[in-house]
DNA sequence: CGTATTTATCATATTCTCATGAGAAAAACA
DNA sequence: TGTTTTTCTCATGAGAATATGATAAATACG
């Protein structure tokens, strides 16, 4: 659904802002607890600094920040730097121009879900997702999860 | 979405089923009403051939046609040969194991927009994208009645 | 049979994603 | 100043997805 490199950003995000305390957060220590390639995710990170995500300071005591707060966060402006998220790829056949006036064949049916995919990724943010995480599992869940 | 050769088999089959008159097309044919290259095209269609999706014939008159009805035909058997629509990829973190019992941080909320997904592409069949093409435009969900 | 037509298959090329490794540049600190 | 730590940047490579071209195999039809 959204590709690796996307991935990699959102859950360095998400580790990110469970472990706010001042300090910044090395990509080494990011990449070691999520296992991820350490270079790749600083190339990764880099490019969320660079769009205002994410604070990034060099040399000793430096590391990555969120640069926003986390209920203003949302998973769109993470992903979106990586993968197309809207535009062509709302066509599920792949053309250029599909709308209600020049619809493929799928795009009536097709248009209600991708639209309900966009609203997710621009509604939710970081911190909904945090706080799904601490909070006691709803009525489907048998077990509680723990933060940490 | 769907990755690019899934999208050529989904317009190709939809070509097939559009021009259905008891002989075979040939992948010449669609590749060029479709703008598709032509010998990828014939590899992507034999492996829905494989599938029983299609058969294919060889030589003068030969081609491909729909092996299925176009109403029992769903848009995942025409899709998963190529790509994994379910499994793995209904994780939006990229966990191996995500469920209700033991969810990621974004579980709940996308679980549910995953199933929609999963749903619309195991109910909805060619004959339904063939259908809302020849209805009027405007409709928003569900069928128009037809004149005749 | 012979030939044209068409799919089937193989080899290869191209492009993109994902990843690794080696340094350069910046910053903290003794 | 020099050393260490860290991000930044570049070069490169592996592998998958996409695409092309050539040839083999099957089939219709004269």
């Known amino acids: 659904m959204i590709s690796q490199t996307a991935e990699y950003a959102l859950r360095a995000v998400l580790y990110l802002a469970r472990h706010q305390n001042g300090d910044p957060v090395s990509v080494e220590t990011i990449a070691d607890d999520l296992s991820m390639p350490r270079n790749y995710l600083s190339k990764t990170l880099h490019l969320l600094a660079k769009r205002g995500i994410l604070t990034s300071a060099r040399g000793p005591r430096g ?16 992903i979106e730097p990586f993968d197309e998220l ?9 053309r250029r121009e599909c709308s209600d006036q020049a619809p493929c064949a799928a795009h009536h049916r097709w248009q209600r879900l991708a639209q309900r995919v966009s609203t997710f990724f621009r509604e939710t943010t970081v911190e909904d997702l945090i706080a799904e ?6 009525a489907t869940a048998g077990h509680a999860s723990r933060p940490g």
Do not use: K
């Open 63 to 78: 590391g990555f920040e969120l640069a926003v707060p986390s209920d203003e966060l949302s998973l769109f402006a993470i």
């Open 86 to 94: 809207e535009g062509r790829s709302q066509c599920l056949l792949g």
């Open 133 to 138: 995480l601490s909070e006691p599992s709803g």
